[in-house]
């Protein structure tokens, strides 16, 4: 009797875990849809603009370098503004080249002096071996005197050019329209020829733009570089480190040479106007380039993608669930993105509602809510 109660009580207790388990699985399958907003995939004209970064180069650039040796005895223009082709800068101690160069003209006056009369002494012993009135030894001689004098003459030149050069040297000028920058030296400070910087003069208007292409985008580039640019056009637009957009259009200059064979990429120019002086060499910034030739692609709302570690996720409604789904994307336009991979045409896809959702969620199609005016 005791085995009995026993073996009554083991399959109650069976009888009350399969009743609980039962609960169980219809409290699961009692679990509401979960309520999303969606939208249909479909294939659409893009037009779009690649990012690149960059930076803004002045096409003309010079260092100031003393090519004579010197102390600094001028200094005459105000440092960060424009100065003009011609204009005076630095001037070195210019006296000993100036006396140098005044006692070089003196020396071409005496050997051009020397050589007048070296020259007559040569005709009138020409005319005389002429008649036989003259000893040859003479002749030879005169002749001689005045290749010599004719030498003498083209020495003292050069010595002149020369300390003519070195003279102009002593006085430093603008080689171009353009910017200075902080002078490297004060005054009474040494100037040893060919290393010692004095300043920077760049130019202003017109400024380049360089950055980096894809060999693969290299024949795109190419065709733009033959094409019109007019003052509205928007095929090459410059973003400024405030995020603010530069308001002239660029126009391709140069496209390098060679691509690097280390990265694959190709450098490439734009020339932008600067009127205003907003670009400053240096200056780090963005290209966005219109992308007119990606022609029909799958584009998406952003806020239907999700983000884990680093790869993307959609979640495709199928029947009455959703299939997470691993996409591979393009570019961004505005607030979507282009889908390179992943999507088809036709297809539906959650756009509201994915914070709720994993692979398998059962979910109720439901309209987009309207704002409220408050």
Known sequence: MYKISHIIIYFALIAGLISCSGNAANKKAEIPAIPVTVTNVNLTKAIFYNSYPANIVALKEVELRGQVSGYITGIYFTEGKEVYIGEKLYEIDRRKYQATYEE?????????DNLEKVQRDANRYTDLSKQDAVAKQLYENAMTDLKTAKQQVDAANSERIKAKTDYDYSLICAPFDGTIGFSKVKLGALVTPGSTLLNTVSSDDIMGVDFEISENELGRFQQLENDVVSDTDTTFRIILPNNSTYPWPGKISVIDRAVDPQTGSI?????????????????????????????????????????????????????????????????????????????TSGETIVVDGIQKLHDGSEVKIV????PTNK
Do not use: D, W
């Open 367 to 370: 309209q987009p809510q309207k």
């Open 267 to 343: 450098r490439v120019r734009i020339t932008v106007p600067n009127h205003e002086n907003i670009l400053k060499p240096g200056m780090s910034c963005k290209v966005l380039v219109l992308n007119v030739n990606a022609g029909q692609q799958i584009i998406i709302p952003s806020i239907a993608v999700m983000e884990q570690l680093g790869e993307y996720f959609v979640f495709r409604v199928e029947n009455k669930n959703v299939k997470q789904v691993k996409v591979s994307l393009g570019p961004r336009v505005n607030s979507n993105f282009i889908v390179l991979k992943g999507l």
């Open 104 to 112: 070089a003209q003196s020396n071409v006056k005496i050997a051009e």
